[in-house]
C-alpha cells in the first residue's frame, strides 16, 4: 500500500516525552516504509494526527486542530487520530468520519497500511525535533519507552484511562536496544514511561532489576518519570554504581501536603521523599532532580499552596501545572473547586517567584517553571479562563486510501 501514497503527519503538542517519542516512533514507521511524508495536509492522501490529552488546556487545542482538519478534509481523504485523546473522551469525535487509534493500540498501523516493517520493530529513540520542543527535549539522549500504563490509581488522571495497568517491555529486549545504541554511538540513554516505578510488575521483574543488568561502565542514564512512593521502595535495592551514572530524574511529588497528596491517592508522605532527595543529593551531587506540582487541586489552601515552594530547597527544577477537571475521573466529584480568580492568582505568584524560568537554558538550579508553552503571562490566564468555562462533553483493518481533495 506504501507506492505513492503521501502521508500528512502532525502532533498537537510539543512538550510531552512520551508523545515525542511515540511521534517519532509513527514518523519513523512511514518514513522507513517507503511512504512520502508530505508538509501539507492538502498534498496527502492520508492524515494522521498524534495528540495529547494530559490536561483540559491540551485536550481542547487537539479538539480544535482536529476539528480544523476534518472541516477542511473528512469528506475527500481518511484521517488517522492517535495517542491519548481517543481513549481519554472516545466520544468527542465522530468515527463515522476518523479512524482512532490508541496509545496502546499502534498495531493498527500494521493493520492499515500493511508494512514491510511493523511498527513493533520501529524504534522511537532518537527523538525527532519536529515532535518535541528542543527547550523540553533532551535530544542528545536515545530514549527507550520501557512501558506504557501503570500501577497507580490518582484521582485527577485522566492518562490512565488512555494507557490503563502497566504492560512492560520485556527485560532482554530493553538491554539488547541498549547494546545496539551504544554500538552506533549513543551514550546517553533516557528511561520513558508513565511510571517507570511500576515497571515490570507484570512481568515479575522490578525497576531495579533492570537498571541493576544495564551495563553503565560507558553510559548516563536520565529518569522520566518514577512516582515517588515506588522511588522509595525501589531506591535501596538499586546499585551505588547505577545511581552515580543517573543524569536527571523526575520524580512528580504534585503537592507538599500531605492531605492533598492522601486526597490524590498518592501514598508517600512528604517528609520521606524530603529526605530521599537530600540523600540523592549528597551522595549524588551531579544528579539533576525534578519534580512537578499541580497546584489549584479541590480544597488547596493558599498556605498549602505557598508551601509547595519549599520544593525548590530540594529538587533542582519545579515545574508547575494548574488543575483542571476531567470527565469520568474522580476528583472531578470532589466539593471545594478553587475558583479561576484564585487560579490567576496563584498563577501570578509562581510567575513573580524570584527563582521563575521561563527556560532551562538560561536557568540556574533551583528553578521555578511553569509548564505550559507560553509567549507571556497574559497567554496563562486565557488558558485557565478556557479550561475553566465549560467543558465539551472502533477497531479498523484497512482503509482504502482516497485521492487528495482538489481544492
Do not use: W
Request: proline share 5%.
Amino acid at each position: 500500500m506504501s507506492d505513492g501514497k503521501k502521508i500528512f503527519f502532525t502532533t498537537t503538542f510539543k512538550l510531552c516525552d512520551n508523545s515525542g517519542y511515540a511521534s517519532t516512533q509513527i514518523f519513523n514507521f512511514f518514513h522507513y516504509n517507503g511512504f512520502a511524508v508530505v508538509n501539507k495536509p492538502e498534498e496527502a492522501d492520508c492524515i494522521v494526527v498524534n495528540t495529547c490529552g494530559f490536561d483540559q488546556e491540551r485536550e481542547d487545542i487537539s479538539a480544535r486542530i482536529i476539528d480544523e482538519y476534518l472541516h477542511r478534509f473528512s469528506t475527500c481523504k481518511p484521517i488517522i487520530i492517535c495517542g491519548c485523546l481517543p481513549k481519554i473522551c472516545p466520544d468527542r469525535f465522530d468515527s463515522s468520519k476518523i479512524f482512532t487509534i490508541g496509545p496502546k493500540e499502534l498495531f493498527k498501523f500494521n493493520n492499515i497500511f500493511k508494512p514491510k516493517i511493523e511498527i513493533e520493530d520501529i524504534s522511537g529513540g532518537k527523538l525527532n525535533d519536529r515532535f518535541i520542543d528542543a527547550d523540553y527535549g533532551i535530544l542528545d539522549a536515545y530514549y527507550l519507552q520501557i512501558c506504557q500504563g501503570c500501577m497507580n490509581d490518582c484521582s485527577y488522571c485522566a492518562i490512565k484511562k488512555a494507557k490503563g495497568f502497566v504492560a512492560s517491555k520485556p527485560l532482554d529486549r530493553i538491554i539488547s536496544e541498549i547494546k545496539r545504541a551504544v554500538g552506533v554511538g549513543y551514550s546517553h540513554f533516557m528511561l520513558l514511561a508513565d511510571d517507570c516505578g511500576s515497571y515490570g510488575v507484570d512481568i515479575g521483574v522490578d525497576f531495579s532489576d533492570l537498571l541493576n543488568q544495564i551495563d553503565v561502565s560507558n553510559i548516563e542514564i536520565s529518569i522520566n518519570y518514577i512516582e515517588p512512593g515506588r522511588f522509595l521502595n525501589l531506591y535501596p535495592k538499586i546499585r551505588e554504581n547505577v545511581l552515580e551514572k543517573v543524569r536527571f530524574i523526575n520524580v512528580p511529588i504534585q503537592s507538599t501536603s500531605n492531605r492533598i497528596i492522601e486526597m490524590m491517592d498518592r501514598g508517600y508522605d512528604i517528609s520521606q521523599i524530603y529526605e530521599l532527595v537530600k540523600e540523592l543529593k549528597a551522595k549524588f551531587p551531579s544528579m539533576f532532580l525534578e519534580t512537578h506540582i499541580l497546584y489549584g487541586f479541590p480544597t488547596e489552601t493558599r498556605e498549602e499552596f505557598e508551601d509547595t515552594f519549599n520544593a525548590a530547597g530540594y529538587f533542582d527544577s519545579v515545574i508547575y501545572f494548574y488543575y483542571t477537571d476531567r470527565k469520568n475521573v474522580r476528583s472531578s466529584g470532589f466539593t471545594g473547586k478553587i475558583p479561576v480568580a484564585e487560579i490567576n492568582c496563584r498563577t501570578n505568584i509562581i510567575l513573580n517567584h524570584p527563582r521563575f524560568q521561563l527556560s532551562r537554558d538560561t536557568a540556574v538550579p533551583p528553578v521555578i517553571m511553569l509548564g505550559y508553552d507560553i509567549n507571556s503571562p497574559s497567554d496563562i490566564f486565557e488558558c485557565i479562563e478556557r479550561s475553566h468555562a465549560g467543558r465539551r462533553a472502533g477497531a479498523c483493518s484497512e482503509i482504502s486510501l482516497a485521492p487528495p481533495c482538489n481544492r
